[in-house]
């Protein structure tokens, strides 16, 4: 079955970095583009970047657009945010699916990211 399993999160300061990676398993991953999204407390799940199924499409939402960079390893079925200059505004759970308006596989449980001194 379809299994997406995000990593990579924490605590980090104003400022700080952290590479987010998502694995995918149990569909072929390389047909697929994918996309990152965020859901911070109170607030309803929101589009982060996409990425094609072979990279040469990127695009990224204005709130960390120039701080954040998507990539795709398909080898190892996993998809990346690099994420830079990180904000307090950029505390959520990150979670990788589809891109919008597809038939979205199942939510995998997210990784935490908290953006504090």
């Known amino acids: 079955q379809v299994q997406l399993v995000e990593s990579g999160g924490g605590l980090v300061q104003p400022g700080g970095s952290l590479r987010l990676s998502c694995a995918a398993s149990?569909?072929?991953?390389?047909?697929?583009?994918m996309d990152w999204y965020r859901q911070a407390p109170g607030k309803q799940r929101e589009w982060v970047a996409t990425i094609g199924s072979a990279s040469r499409i990127t695009d990224y939402a204005d709130f960390v657009k120039g701080r954040s960079t998507i990539s795709r390893d398909n080898a190892k079925n996993t998809v990346y945010l690099q994420m830079d200059n990180l904000e307090p505004d950029d505390t959520a759970v990150y979670y990788c699916?589809?891109?919008?308006?597809?038939?979205?596989?199942?939510w995998g449980q997210g990784t935490q990211v908290t953006v504090s001194s």
């Open positions: 699916n589809r891109p919008r308006g597809a038939t979205m596989f199942p």
């Open positions: 149990g569909f072929t991953f390389s047909n697929y583009a």
